[in-house]
């Protein structure tokens, strides 16, 4: 069995476009910012063995704001800069009732199922509740990284952390 490292992306592998204090994803290419800590911590994680998994929600497809093509074109730039080997990404919106937008671990479970995952020797990364809590229902450890948005988190994760630098150095050390 594999371990892997979920990973939210707009928050963590890249900067979140933070309005009226909660994230929204860029809205193209031009707008895309990964942060100076993340491809040495994603090296580190992949190097240690761990598979790589972005699970991302991206409702704002459903809802007309952004372009399939658009999230596709930002995901092929992240994973030809970064140590990343999978994206998932949920287009639905909360009504749309499917089993992959966070927080049900759709995601999570599909790419462990294809990668022979061990979701309890596994961690989900995010910056937001659904994040963790959709870790915390795929059976892995959740580390929140906290940018102080205004939301509140609906469960506790198993960490907190300020970067992905951090989060790399606490999964490492467990």
Request: hydrophobic letters at 40%.
């Amino acid at each position: 069995m594999n371990r892997a490292v979920f990973l939210d992306r707009d928050g963590v592998i890249n900067r979140a476009i933070v309005k009226d204090g909660l994230p929204h994803p860029p809205s193209d290419v031009s707008e895309l910012v990964i942060p100076d800590d993340v491809p040495e911590a994603l090296t580190r994680l992949r190097e240690s063995g761990f598979r790589l998994v972005v699970v991302s929600n991206q409702p704002d497809v459903a809802r007309g704001m952004q372009s399939e093509g658009s999230v596709t074109a930002m995901n092929a730039i992240l994973k030809d800069l970064l140590a990343i080997d999978e994206f998932r990404v949920c287009f639905h919106d909360d009504g749309d009732d499917c089993d992959c937008r966070k927080p049900l671990p759709g995601m999570l479970l599909e790419a462990a199922a294809g990668a022979h995952i061990d979701l309890a020797a596994s961690f989900m990364v995010g910056d937001r509740w659904r994040d963790i809590e959709a870790g915390k229902r795929a059976g892995c450890r959740t580390i929140f990284v906290d940018h102080g948005y205004d939301e509140q988190l609906q469960s506790e994760p198993d960490e907190i952390v300020k970067t992905l630098s951090e989060a790399a150095e606490w999964i490492l050390s467990h």
